[in-house]
């Protein structure tokens, strides 16, 4: 097959980890024949840079041209003074509205040869296997905001019909796995919560009764996230929650850098990005842990692009390596010997099966 990939390497490390991904994306087109445009693009702290915009009318246009968008990360010190008259978060968000990618899927997954890796005790951890399902586009991100010298506001929105989407998304995958679908919340003090968990009950009663559907306050969903991590299965929460606690689900896999993610619509297109940010402490150094950014383009190859052959293909090659030792260094004791971002993909490329 032919696809156009927009790719927004963006800040910090974001272009090392995009280039790793790359490789990897390059290596499975070649190896079952198919023919990919690659176009990178300014985008976040660097566009403010070239163009004054973080995400500059040219990128905009060519992502919704894309057949899939490839993202590294964004921001840095350099734009985010408080009185910073633009950022590049805003330029993330705008992308994500823009394209209509209002459901944010984050698989977190520990690997057996990573038990160790985790902060926590690897009987805790060992066999979990479950997605977030993010509301990306509503909630007090999206919210009108004021601010003056003594206060200061974020408005929470949300409507029925973003509630019963971001809930469907949720269901129907909870339904292709393990039939479980915990709904995060804080209903005890929050009208957009008791909304929330109204129309959560609602749409899973009446559409998805195959579903088993538990309710669970934010606080509670992140202590048991580090208690009893293998007791959940799909967890759908909005905005800032996920956010949140999808970055404390990372340290259940050892590293913020292992995780991947998936910003969907109603349509095929999609945004693929790892879930960290862009590290500028280590940007340029060539460390950075790109298994998050490969991990992410399988999801691409198989929601956007449709290849699942090709998308598990990756999966398994990334998982092979890292079952054989490829180690970059967030995963080893410091000081010990470990992987440059470029090796680690090397040997993801090395893991793949010979051409069909």
């Known amino acids: 097959m032919r696809a156009r990939i927009a790719v927004l390497a963006g800040d910090g490390i974001g272009p090392e980890v995009t280039a790793a991904a790359l490789h990897c994306l390059r290596a499975v087109a070649g190896r079952f024949g198919h023919e990919l445009e690659l176009e990178e693009l300014p985008f976040g702290g660097a566009a403010i840079d070239a163009h004054g915009d973080p995400l500059p009318a040219a990128t905009l246009a060519a992502c919704r041209a894309a057949d899939a968008v490839l993202l590294g990360a964004i921001g840095g010190p350099k734009w985010s003074a408080p009185d910073a008259p633009v950022r590049p978060e805003a330029g993330l968000l705008r992308l994500r509205r823009e394209l209509g990618v209002y459901a944010n899927l984050r698989p977190v997954k520990v690997h057996a040869a990573l038990a160790s890796a985790s902060t926590l005790k690897a009987e805790v951890v060992e066999g979990v296997d479950l997605v977030f399902v993010r509301e990306l586009t509503g909630g007090i991100y999206f919210g009108d905001k004021t601010r003056d010298a003594v206060r200061a506001t974020d408005l929470c929105v949300y409507t029925a019909a973003e509630i019963e989407r971001i809930v469907r998304a949720a269901a129907r995958l909870a339904r292709a796995r393990r039939r479980r ?121 198989k929601h956007s692009l449709g290849l699942a052959a090709e998308a598990a293909a990756l999966e398994r090659a990334a998982d092979t390596a890292l079952s054989q030792g490829a180690r970059t260094a967030d995963l080893v004791p410091a000081g010990a010997r470990h992987l440059s971002t470029r090796a680690a993909a090397e040997a993801v490329v090395s893991s793949l099966p010979p051409r069909p």
């Open 181 to 301: 679908l915990t709904s995060i919340d804080k209903a005890n003090v929050l009208e957009t919560s008791r909304l929330w968990r109204a129309v959560c009950q609602r749409v899973v009663e009446r559409e998805f009764p195959d579903v088993t559907l538990e309710h669970s306050l934010v606080d509670a969903a992140a202590m048991h996230l580090i208690r009893r991590p293998r007791d959940f299965d799909v967890l759908v929460t909005e905005n800032m929650f996920g956010d949140i606690l999808t970055d404390e689900a990372s340290m259940l896999a050892g590293s913020l850098g292992l995780l991947p993610s998936a910003s969907l619509g109603d349509g095929r297109r999609g945004v693929y990005e790892p879930i960290h940010g862009s590290a500028p402490d280590i940007a340029g150094r060539g460390i950075a842990n790109p298994f998050g950014a490969i991990y992410s383009v399988a999801l691409l190859l």
